[in-house]
């Protein structure tokens, strides 16, 4: 079975209904986010929490970006209602996969309680603990990893000053070979932290993957170029044969060097 089949298998099973994977363009300007994952009581269809999870797309870029790289850690910074966190369990079921979620609120717990309910059932490797990026990522990742992290995905704040101090706070606790995946990057208008963070360490590279439904973007260790070449450029697009189409209104889609500037 899928990712995507089974997570939805394994939420509805707990009693939960979800809302995701669906074509924006159909339902018109004010909801742009419906690609995006949102969690539902069954008994009064309630959202669980307002954090949204990554689209069924992003998934299947998780299942490719897997296939020939298996790390062993993986740290997750933001997991809502665990969707990420789960799918990255199932796809990599040999990692420890651990997330930290701020669970400002009493949905975001509920989130956390479903998550490690599901991943407990399932057999999966998998927690979430409660905790703020960047102050609580040390303490963290000693207690739960016995060696240093090599996979980091960020998407808890959504700032430019944000994804720079996750991205410094894992780098001290991750192995020379870790991998980045930051979330929302086109969508939030997150180049300046990413540069950012490529900036940081002569080492490292790494691109904006505009295939991805919210604007993903990957920073990896120059040395492991050869991995990642296949999946980098299958989820990036090619700005030559965007020439044709009316210039975008929105800025972040020109901004992510996708089209020229008007
Ligand atoms: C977009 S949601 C994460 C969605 C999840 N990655 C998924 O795709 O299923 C963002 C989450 O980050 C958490 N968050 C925001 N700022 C944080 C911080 N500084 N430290 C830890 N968690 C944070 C929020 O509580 C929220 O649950």
Redesign the pocket.
């Known amino acids: 079975m899928t990712t995507f089949v089974t997570l939805v298998e394994l939420y509805e099973r707990q009693g939960y209904y979800l809302r995701c994977g669906l074509n924006a363009e159909l339902f018109g300007e004010l909801n742009k986010g419906l690609s995006?994952?949102t969690l539902h009581r069954a008994e009064n269809l309630e959202l669980v929490?307002?954090?949204?999870?990554?689209s069924p797309l992003?998934i299947y870029f998780l299942e490719s970006l897997f296939t020939d790289y298996r790390p062993s850690r993986i740290f997750?910074?933001?997991?809502?209602?665990?969707?990420?966190?789960l799918?990255l369990s199932i796809i990599v079921p040999e990692a420890r996969t651990i997330?930290?979620?701020?669970?400002?609120d009493a949905g975001?717990e509920e989130?956390r309680r479903i998550t490690n309910l599901i991943a407990l059932k399932e057999g999966l490797n998998a927690s979430v603990v409660k905790?703020?990026?960047?102050?609580?990522v040390e303490t963290i990742i000693k207690a739960e990893f016995n060696a240093p992290i090599d996979f980091a995905?960020i998407?808890?704040?959504?700032t430019n000053e944000?994804i720079l101090a996750?991205f410094l706070a894992c780098r001290r606790l991750a192995s020379p070979d870790c991998v980045y995946l930051f979330?929302?990057v086109v969508n939030m208008e997150l180049f300046d932290g990413f540069d950012a963070v490529l900036a940081h360490d002569g080492n490292i590279t790494g691109k904006v993957l505009m295939r991805t439904t919210s604007g993903m973007a990957i920073a990896f260790p120059t040395a492991m170029t050869e991995i990642f070449e296949k999946v980098v450029t299958a989820f990036s697009q090619d700005n030559k044969l965007l020439a044709d189409l009316p210039q975008p209104q929105a800025p972040h889609v020109r901004k992510a060097g996708l089209m020229a500037e008007n």
């Not at 905790?131 to 609580?136: C, F, N, Q, V």
């Not at 998407?155 to 959504?158: F, M, Q, S, V």
Request: net charge negative.
């Open positions: 995006f994952a929490c307002n954090g949204g999870g990554i992003e997750a910074i933001g997991n809502a209602f665990g969707w990420s966190t799918a997330c930290i979620d701020a669970c400002q975001y989130g905790g703020i990026s960047p102050t609580d995905f998407d808890g704040w959504h944000q996750d979330h929302d």
